[in-house]
């Protein structure tokens, strides 16, 4: 119900592998799992660091210029179980979300989620240095995921909306013992962003009007006037007033020849 603005060939496989559709979901999984097989081998030849240290978002490394950290430093990915689950979340919940909205929607949606942070952590570089490293986004799709179908039930017959509040909870209260203040505003800032998103494309939240100057309405060109200023039968009307007043006052007589011709000239356009 919320794809009507997207055609037939947005829900389509975005190629196909081997005779198996994989959609716009399973690719972005592809390129996580292809990262995390080149960041394995690099940690197993021990030439990681300067991988990393070329990759890993770093607010100082952009304001200077490096911008391609922005893109590149959810590419990182040491093998571990948090990643797995990442994927899982990948495959089940986002590619829901995709079929929901559609892939260009959805590649929208995950773009937004993806850049959110360090575009945010940008910002506070020009204050404090933040860095940034592996983040997949993926627990922002299952926000979204729930936000869409919260009446969805998941493992032991849990709705959506309450797994989505509960982690998001734990995972908040995780930074704050640590002091991982980084964590924590990526948190908020990429769920919050997935949140509202999905209730925008509801039409159930809307953006605020930021126009502060608003263009004034178009002047159109009006044909030049009468030169007398007023239409013609009020001239005549009044040319006819004038002249009769003069004909009371002086007689017929009082009139000259061009005051005689605008007289009949008055009538007939009062007659007309």
Same mark, same amino acid.
């Not at 571990?80 to 979340?89: A, G, T």
């Given at each position: ?12 496989? %975005? @190629?196909?592998?081997? $005779? ?6 399973? !690719?972005?999984? =592809?390129?996580?799992?292809?990262? *995390? /097989? ?93 860095? %940034? @490293?592996?983040?997949? $986004? ?6 979204? !995921?729930?936000? =869409?179908?919260?009446?969805?039930? *998941? /493992? ?117």
């Amino acid at each position: 119900m919320f794809n009507g603005d997207a055609d037939d060939d947005d829900h389509q496989p %975005l @190629l196909w592998l081997r $005779g198996h559709a994989v959609y716009a979901a399973h !690719f972005l999984v =592809l390129v996580f799992v292809g990262s *995390l /097989l080149v960041t394995s081998l690099l940690m197993f030849s021990r030439v990681d660091g300067p991988f990393i240290q070329w990759l890993q978002f770093s607010s100082p490394a952009v304001l200077h210029g490096q911008v391609w950290r922005l893109l590149s430093y959810g590419l990182v990915n040491p093998p571990s179980l948090q990643f797995v689950i990442d994927m899982l979340m990948f495959v089940w919940f986002g590619r829901e979300v995709e079929r929901a909205f559609g892939r260009r929607t959805f590649l929208a949606l995950y773009a937004c989620i993806y850049l959110v942070s360090p575009l945010l952590f940008t910002l506070i570089g020009l204050w404090l240095p933040v860095t %940034l @490293l592996g983040e997949t $986004g993926a627990f922002a799709l299952f926000v979204a !995921f729930a936000t =869409l179908y919260p009446e969805a039930l *998941l /493992l032991f017959n849990i709705l959506a909306k309450w797994a989505a509040l509960v982690l998001v909870g734990i995972f908040s209260l995780m930074a704050l013992a640590y002091h991982d203040w980084s964590a924590l505003f990526s948190l908020w800032a990429t769920t919050g962003f997935a949140w509202a998103f999905v209730r925008h494309r509801q039409g159930q939240l809307t953006l605020p009007d930021l126009r502060f100057w608003r263009r004034g309405p178009q002047l159109r060109v009006l044909p030049d006037l009468p030169p007398a200023g007023r239409p013609e039968k009020d001239a005549s009307r009044a040319e006819m007033d004038r002249l009769l007043d003069k004909i009371a006052q002086s007689g017929l007589a009082s009139l000259t020849a061009g005051e005689r011709a605008r007289l009949t000239r008055a009538r007939e356009n009062m007659l007309k």
